[in-house]
């Protein structure tokens, strides 16, 4: 039982170790450009998260790439153009505003105003089923039992 125990402790102090953090640039400045790019970025693994701040294995191939076209001199708008040519406009955080991104930018905006209009269609449709349908002579009396009744009971 003791070994079974001392086991288990060994293996759960294993798998909570933390993992080393990835060496920076030799260069704080390629570093603080590297930094500012990825902000810009999404991870393509992640998805919602930047390229700064994914921990994911393809993000860290990602700054490395990214490292190495700062070293060679390139500008930050010539990286950006780089990785959207390899990967999409889905790899920045703001895509432009064009034809195929259009569903992007303005598909949230024609969903809500297809639900607005389908809850007015839907009220206005039960209001007016609603008003058409008149009480026959049984259902009035059996509504004014009910009336009088609560009336009474106060």
Do not use: H
């Not at 080393?20 to 999404?42: H, K, T």
């Not at 998805?47 to 990602?62: F, I, K, P, T, V």
């Not at 190495?68 to 990286?79: F, N, P």
């Amino acid at each position: 039982m003791r070994f079974l125990l001392a086991l288990l402790l060994a293996l759960s102090t294993q798998l909570s170790t933390a993992a080393e953090a990835p060496a920076l640039a030799d260069d704080p400045i390629v570093e603080q450009r590297l930094i500012a790019i990825a902000e810009d970025l999404r991870c393509l693994v992640c998805q919602n998260e930047s390229l700064a701040g994914s921990r994911a294995e393809l993000a860290n191939d990602l700054r490395r790439e990214v490292r190495s076209l700062i070293k060679s001199g390139k500008s930050d708008a010539e990286i950006k153009e780089f990785l959207v040519s390899r990967y999409g406009d889905f790899v920045l955080y703001q895509p432009p505003v064009k034809p195929t991104t259009w569903l992007l930018w303005f598909g949230p905006l024609l969903l809500l105003l297809g639900a607005i209009w389908l809850l007015v269609r839907t009220i206005r449709t039960t209001q007016s089923n609603a008003n058409t349908m008149p009480l026959d002579a049984e259902q009035r009396a059996k509504a004014l039992a009910l009336l009088q009744e609560t009336e009474s009971s106060k």
